[in-house]
T-cell receptor, first 117, second 112 residues
Framework: GAGVSQSPSNKVTEKGKDVELRCDPISGHTALYWYRQSLGQGLEFLIYFQGNSAPDKSGLPSDRFSAERTGGSVSTLTIQRTQQEDSAVYLC???????????????FGEGSRLTVL | DAKTTQPPSMDCAEGRAANLPCNHSTISGNEYVYWYRQIHSQGPQYIIHGLKNNETNEMASLIITEDRKSSTLILPHATLRDTAVYYCIVRILNNAGNMLTFGGGTRLMVKP
């Protein structure tokens, strides 16, 4: 597709269950980011992937959160043993990173809304 | 990244110019000013960015003061669809990537 695609768009789960959120970045974009946004709040950085480099995991709130990016394209954010405070919109973004054409523009998906009951 | 300060909310009449201020008094020489907006229930959308010079594109104009300690995003003819939260971000553009840190932003309400 032309933009960043995220699935599912909505997910309701019970406390303690594991969830997986998927992100398909724009084709050719080497950088991929995960953010989350709680109701009425700003965006909170979670994790960043750039090419084959080790990901920047500095924003992950706990060890229940993990993410992987297979083949340098699709990414999956996994939350284990979900808690009610994990309820938020999880946003994925990608950007083109190439020396000389690095404008810093991030393209965001529509997000995955997670509700933990 | 340098901290930015924005008013939490602003109103603007439809058809009038919306001028959104941002203070970034601790900005360093190699930090760019970026503006994004987030319309309700959507992901953030890039608007414009600049370093020193004023910039203009099809969406908006960015005016950066000579000392670079503040900037203003201008929507020349605001429409109801411009109602959104507008984020001002300053960021070093380096080889480590483009991670952006979003603050609280300004909630712009365009009224008929």
């Amino acid at each position: 597709g032309a933009g960043v695609s995220q699935s599912p768009s909505n997910k309701v789960t019970e406390k303690g269950k594991d969830v997986e959120l998927r992100c398909d970045p724009i084709s050719g974009h080497t950088a991929l980011y995960w953010y989350r946004q709680s109701l009425g709040q700003g965006l909170e950085f979670l994790i960043y992937f750039q090419g084959n480099s080790a990901p920047d995991k500095s924003g992950l709130p706990s060890d229940r959160f993990s993410a992987e990016r297979t083949g340098g394209s699709v990414s999956t954010l996994t939350i284990q043993r979900t808690q009610q405070e994990d309820s938020a919109v999880y946003l994925c973004a990608s950007s083109l990173f190439s020396t000389g054409v690095n404008t810093g523009e991030l393209f965001f998906g529509e997000g995955s809304r997670l509700t933990v009951l | 990244d340098a901290k930015t300060t924005q008013p939490p909310s602003m109103d603007c009449a439809e058809g009038r110019a919306a001028n959104l201020p941002c203070n970034h008094s601790t900005i360093s020489g190699n930090e760019y000013v970026y503006w994004y907006r987030q319309i309700h229930s959507q992901g953030p959308q890039y608007i414009i960015h600049g370093l020193k010079n004023n910039e203009t594109n099809e969406m908006a104009s960015l005016i950066i003061t000579e000392d670079r300690k503040s900037s203003t995003l201008i929507l020349p003819h605001a429409t109801l669809r411009d109602t959104a939260v507008y984020y001002c971000i300053v960021r070093i553009l380096n080889n480590a990537g483009n991670m952006l840190t979003f603050g609280g932003g300004t909630r712009l309400m365009v009224k008929p």
